[in-house]
């Protein structure tokens, strides 16, 4: 295949137009049409159609785009590779959801960097989907998620530690500190996640599994952050990690909702590429730190 060929088309697609990508690249409009036709010749297929004043990639257009900009990502992190091993500076690109970020890795990064100084920490914040995409993009070196069950063809996902899930409210809610039958809950109003939180998956799977009513809506929230501090003003009760409700819980910001007969866990995964079987010196070092066996 025709690589430069393939990296004008890539950028053809991603930027939607023909124009845009040759002011891109430097190149005349009629550079770049000449050069998807060639594209389309070699591989004997269709790859864009034209819409209004931009176009509009094929299904197979679309295949081979996402392809190619893998290939792209890889190259580009090979050459950085390259220089860390020239310059004796390491860049570490880490993809992760925002429970670990946040609550988990922070005391780990700051030592690993202590020890290191010449390495350098690029971190990425996304939801789990997020997550597999830059790692399928080559554009990070592993990734972090909390999730129940996770399964990705191209990915491995090995747990190194499970998260207990809290029922918190204002200790002024009727329900604060008590222990109560999980049915109890699908009577009053909750502070949801947004759609695609990990978080929201859970909560849906706990009610669902134990044959029960999900809560009432009562406020739906953007981030774990913002949902807490909904709760601690006084509102309704929500679902949430016990990293990023400990201290509210202590303050008395925050309290427990005990559910009988029910124990809530998700699980911290450590997310590498299946086709890379050498295991990164920040993942041994993490492992080394939460004793864990390799």
Same mark, same amino acid.
């Given at each position: ?56 990639l ?21 050459t ?14 880490i ?16 030592e ?48 190194? $530690?499970?998260?207990? @899930? *809290?029922?918190?409210?204002? %200790? =002024?809610? !009727?329900?604060?500190? #008590?222990?109560?039958? &999980? ?15 990990a978080?929201?998956?859970? $909560?849906?799977?706990? @009610? *669902?599994?134990?044959?029960? %009513? =999900?809560? !009432?809506?009562?406020? #739906?929230?953007?981030? &774990? ?37 029910v ?32």
């Open positions: 295949m025709n690589l430069h060929a393939l990296r004008i088309f890539t950028s053809v697609a991603r930027l939607g137009s023909i124009t845009a990508a040759a002011n891109e690249l430097r190149l005349s409009q009629p550079a770049v049409t000449i050069q998807i036709r060639n594209l389309e010749k070699e591989l004997n297929l269709k790859l864009i159609e034209s819409k209004g004043r931009g176009i509009q094929t299904t197979e257009g679309q295949y081979i785009y996402e392809q190619g900009q893998r290939l792209f990502y890889l190259e580009e992190q090979m950085e590779k390259i220089k860390t091993f020239i310059t004796k500076e390491e860049k570490i690109q993809a992760s959801s925002y429970i670990p970020i946040n609550y988990v890795l922070p005391p780990y990064i700051a690993y960097k202590l020890m290191k100084p010449n390495v350098k920490f690029f971190i990425s914040l996304g939801n789990v989907k997020n997550v597999e995409e830059q790692l399928l993009n080559y554009q990070a070196d592993f990734g972090f998620v909390v999730q129940g069950n996770l399964e990705r063809e191209e990915l491995n996902f090995e747990k190194i $530690l499970d998260i207990d @899930f *809290y029922f918190v409210a204002h %200790p =002024l809610h !009727k329900l604060a500190n #008590q222990t109560v039958p &999980l049915k109890t809950l699908s009577k009053e109003e909750i502070v949801y996640r947004e759609k695609g939180s978080t929201l998956d859970l $909560l849906e799977a706990i @009610f *669902y599994t134990n044959d029960c %009513p =999900l809560p !009432k809506v009562g406020v #739906q929230m953007q981030g &774990l952050h913002e949902s807490i501090k909904v709760v601690e003003a006084g509102y309704g009760f929500m679902l949430a990690p016990s990293f990023s409700v400990t201290n509210s819980i202590e303050s008395q910001k925050l309290a427990r909702i005990y559910i009988d007969g124990d809530i866990k998700q699980s911290l995964f450590i997310c590498t590429r299946k086709n890379e079987t050498i295991e990164h010196p920040f993942i041994q070092f993490l492992k080394e730190k939460l004793d864990i066996k390799c």
